[in-house]
């Protein structure tokens, strides 16, 4: 199972808004609505900000969002803020019953 | 609150093995399946292996297939990795999570601190 395709990083500029892609097959991301997003700052465990393609968990800022078209997912972070500088992994379920990650992304904060 | 405390990490020889252990609290544990997630140094998140919550069903990904196995005590509140014959890839920070789901599907919402599982001759 090869890992989803993201951008190895983005950067903006704070208050903007920028968007980070994952790139599947029809076997994971385009098969099913369960993909999922995580943030992961340095020397910490991740974070559960997306799942199901489109929720947010309690507790996550609505800053956040996310879809799916076909075989490609994205997040969006609007309103860009110091502390969502990151790497942001996407997740998918597989018709194999496995999961797979994506490369990551780090996100930079100008 | 949700806990999860990973145990059992340490320097393994090649070929050797481990147990890796992930202690759960502050949820129904039998409620959840639970996961096995890790970072090898300097690189991204790979999935290993989940098991679902009366654990009967574990799934793998292909690169421990045959050589890890999942498992869990609900009375005990507890999941376990055995890593065998263990390569020099092997070697991660290991992360266990509480998945949405009994079964699978949803994303993995609380995740413990992580261990380090070092594999060197």
Known sequence: QSALTQPASVSGSPGQSITISCTGTSSDVGAYNYVSWYQQHPGKAPQLMIYDVTDRPSGVSNRFSASKSGNTASLTISGLQAEDEADYYCSSYTSSSTYVFGTGTKVTVL | ?121
């Open chain 2, 1 to 121: 609150e949700v806990q999860l405390v990973e145990s059992g990490g340490g320097l393994v020889q090649p070929g050797g093995s481990l147990r890796l252990s992930c202690a759960a609290s502050g949820f129904t544990f039998s409620n959840y399946a639970m996961t096995w997630v890790r970072q090898a140094p300097g690189k991204g998140l790979e999935w290993v292996s989940l098991i679902s919550g009366g654990g009967s069903s574990p799934y793998y990904s292909d690169s421990v297939k045959g050589r890890f196995t999942i498992s869990r005590d609900n009375s005990r509140n507890t999941l376990y990795l055995q890593v065998n014959s263990l390569r020099v890839e092997d070697t991660a920070v290991y992360y266990c999570a509480k998945a949405r789901n009994y079964y699978y599907g949803s994303g993995f919402d609380y995740w413990g601190q992580g261990v380090l599982l070092t594999v060197s001759s």
